[in-house]
């Protein structure tokens, strides 16, 4: 079955870091590069950071850069982001995304709520 699913979400206090974690199957993981996109409450979509086919590059938001990591591991069809230093407008449902630019988004996890609140 082709799927994402995300793990990981929860609260965080100001400041603090949590990792939030996708788990791929039914595709070649390694052929696509893959995004987080997150979604705050009563907001639209807003790209956060995406990553090449081996890891290699990657980009970010320009107000997570420097806070948030994004990784993945091939080998075990996961796709990560470190989030450091999480600030109350970090709060969104983060979603794992197969693809690079929007119009190559072809398949989405279910999400994974983060709560960053002193």
């Known amino acids: 079955q082709v799927q994402l699913v995300e793990s990981g979400g929860g609260l965080v206090q100001t400041g603090g870091s949590l990792r939030v974690s996708c788990a791929a199957s039914?595709?070649?993981?390694?052929?696509?590069?893959m995004t987080w996109v997150r979604q705050a409450p009563g907001k639209g979509l807003e790209w956060v950071s995406s990553?090449?086919?081996?890891?290699?590059?990657?980009y970010y938001l320009d107000s997570v850069k420097g806070r948030f990591t994004i990784s993945r591991d091939n080998a075990k069809n996961m796709l990560y982001l470190q989030m450091n230093s999480a600030k109350p407008e970090d709060t969104a449902l983060y979603y794992c995304?197969?693809?690079?630019?929007?119009?190559?988004?072809?398949?989405w996890g279910q999400g994974t709520q983060v709560t960053a609140s002193s």
């Open positions: 995304v197969r693809g690079f630019r929007a119009q190559e988004y072809d398949l």
């Open positions: 039914g595709f070649t993981f390694n052929n696509y590069y």
């Open positions: 990553i090449n086919f081996g890891g290699g590059t990657t």
